[in-house]
């Protein structure tokens, strides 16, 4: 699937502006708004920041790939965040597009954590988790049983 070549982060960048752009249509311009919540924004972002330095600071312990469309893991990372949801990075970067939104008070701009929750949930994930399980197996389906794949 060619939505798979796009990094993640990228995902984030393209979301924001879209759905920012979006709601700057002239059909829209007249879309609810909420006043910004910079706090709230702020914090969110604070979290999701934490959530992927976290994981990628174990991925890198581990000395295992961050790319999702490498070939192969070194490792499966199942502790500290990893206990928590399956896939932080993800969540990591679907709480900096609810952040973003929350930060503009844009209505339209909460299209972008659902969007991104979407390519994530239905793009990303299903092809890694076919490699992990094809690579770790029973390990990893055991993995699947304890953790969630979100929270």
Request: hydrophobic share 55%; charged share 10%.
């Amino acid at each position: 699937m060619i939505l798979r070549f796009i990094p993640p982060p990228v995902w984030v960048v393209i979301l924001l502006i879209a759905t920012y752009a979006l709601s700057t249509a002239p059909i829209l311009k007249d879309a609810p708004r909420f006043p910004p919540q910079f706090i709230p924004g702020i914090a969110t972002l604070l979290a999701a920041t934490m959530l992927i330095s976290l994981a990628w600071l174990q991925f890198n312990r581990a000395h295992t790939q961050v790319l999702p469309l490498s070939p192969t893991n070194n490792a499966l990372v199942t502790n500290g965040v990893f206990a928590l949801t399956r896939n932080p990075m993800y969540l990591g970067m679907t709480l900096y597009c609810l952040g973003g939104a929350l930060m503009m008070g844009n209505t339209i701009m909460l299209l972008a954590p659902i969007l991104m929750f979407a390519v994530a949930n239905w793009v990303f994930i299903p092809f890694e988790e076919a490699k992990m399980r094809r690579q770790f197996g029973e390990q990893f389906d055991a993995y699947c049983k304890r953790v969630r794949r979100w929270i």
